[in-house]
């Protein structure tokens, strides 16, 4: 069995946690990456898996001479800097690192998850505040609920309104630290096959 087949199986029977990556996000607007930042006592916004977006106008993404990568792989929930993340399902470390190219995800932690025999994924949480890596190791474990990060400022979460870029990744290779959150139109077909939609694991509908 693939392992998008396992990672398919094991999802269409996962129930509810109420476990949510940010608190409000079940009560969640739609959001749009070059919205006005989301303010304290306001509705968090969240949104833009597979959304193919003009805003990426960035070297990073575009280029000279070549397709820009303008289809999205995550899931964007815009909330105030500082706004705390947890991790809806328990698992380690794989690696973290801060890529402050200009666009980039700033502060990044990717987890390493394998809720059943058979199936190994990874889930990466990008736009943190660099503090959320102070004294992070591979290995670290998190329990389903836990608090892992918060979110950072757009000066240093890569120049965005503040959020969390959440992505699932069920071949990440030999990436560390870093994996593409967007994909040139062309080959969305492969990228979205190995990065699956995470609104289902986020309990989102």
Aim: proline content about 8%; charged content about 25%; hydrophobic content about 35%.
């Amino acid at each position: 069995m693939s392992n998008r087949a396992a990672y398919d199986r094991w999802i269409a029977s996962l129930r509810p946690t109420g476990i949510e990556l940010i608190e409000g996000l079940n009560k969640a607007l739609p959001g749009k990456l070059d919205a006005p930042e989301v303010k304290h006592g306001e509705p968090l916004r969240a949104g833009g898996y597979g959304e193919d977006r003009t805003v990426y106008t960035q070297t990073l993404f575009s280029p000279d001479g070549e397709e820009p990568r303008t289809v999205h792989l995550g899931l964007d929930v815009f909330a105030p800097a500082g706004a705390d993340v947890f991790t809806p399902l328990s698992g380690r470390v794989h690696s973290s690192r801060i890529n402050d190219a200009d666009g980039d995800y700033g502060p990044t932690i990717i987890l390493e998850h394998a809720p059943v025999l058979g199936l190994k994924f990874h889930t990466l949480y990008g736009h943190l505040s660099r503090d959320s890596l102070k004294g992070l190791k591979p290995g670290t474990a998190f329990m389903a609920g836990e608090r892992i990060a918060e979110l950072g400022t757009k000066r240093e979460n890569g120049g965005w309104s503040p959020h969390v870029h959440f992505q699932i990744i069920l071949d990440i290779g030999s990436a560390k630290g870093d994996y593409p959150g967007v994909c040139r139109r062309s080959e969305q077909d492969h990228w979205l096959s190995i990065c699956p939609d995470p609104g289902p694991l986020l309990g989102l509908r």
